[in-house]
């Protein structure tokens, strides 16, 4: 079973940079894909970006893409998410999840691929 905690949150001004971090526990950490997600009050989960086994494959929202990194540290069992220029409407929740499948993942921006998740962090974003 595979444990995600996420951090790096917080308040930032419009054009201000966070960095997100995900630790997870379990075994063979670099097996899994993995994803961020964030949801906004009275949406839907959305999925911002994903990174294969191996860390060769990303994937971005185009609403993110330039302004957005994903990266992962097999040795320290760490996914991040390098947010830059930020907007108001960045602003949420932004979850880390992994998919079971591994090397098998289709590396999609949709949550139902995803088998564990964390509980969040909360991202907000002032003009």
């Known amino acids: 079973q595979l444990q995600l905690v996420e951090s790096g949150g917080g308040l930032v001004h419009s054009g201000g940079s966070l960095r997100l971090s995900c630790v997870a526990s379990?075994?063979?950490?670099?097996?899994?894909?993995f994803g961020w997600f964030r949801q906004a009050p009275g949406k839907g989960r959305e999925g911002v970006s994903c990174?294969?086994?191996?860390?060769?494959?990303?994937k971005y929202a185009d609403s993110v893409k330039g302004r957005f990194t994903i990266s992962r540290d097999n040795a320290k069992n760490t996914v991040y998410l390098r947010m830059n220029d930020l907007k108001p409407e960045d602003s949420g929740i932004y979850y880390c999840a992994a998919e079971s499948r591994g090397p098998g993942s289709r590396n999609r921006l949709l949550a139902g691929d995803y088998d564990y998740w964390g509980q969040g962090t909360q991202v907000n974003v002032s003009s």
């Open positions: 990174i294969n086994s191996s860390g060769g494959h990303t």
């Open positions: 379990g075994p063979i950490f670099d097996y899994y894909p």
